[in-house]
């Protein structure tokens, strides 16, 4: 058999990206690492600064 054409996309969809966001708790900038994945972190995020953590699942909307 040929090769899969849409193999690519579904491993494109299922990446997770690395975003720095803005603690909102003590509002350091970037202070928090988060992969992302579909608009949802993919895993607990964590302060560097003050600790604070968005837990996984969270949609990014409700933290910018």
């Known amino acids: ?3 899969i054409e849409f193999a ?3 491993d494109v969809r ?3 990206k690395i975003r720095e966001l803005d603690c909102p708790r003590c509002h350091e ?3 928090i690492e988060a992969f992302v994945k579909d608009g949802i ?3 607990d995020g964590v302060c ?3 600790g ?3 837990p996984k ?3 990014l909307e409700e933290v910018e």
């Open 1 to 3: 058999m040929g090769k």
């Open 8 to 10: 690519n996309c579904q």
């Open 14 to 16: 299922n990446q997770k």
């Open 29 to 31: 900038p970037g202070g």
């Open 41 to 43: 972190l993919a895993e």
């Open 48 to 50: 560097d600064n003050c």
């Open 52 to 54: 604070y953590i968005l």
């Open 57 to 59: 699942g969270t949609e």
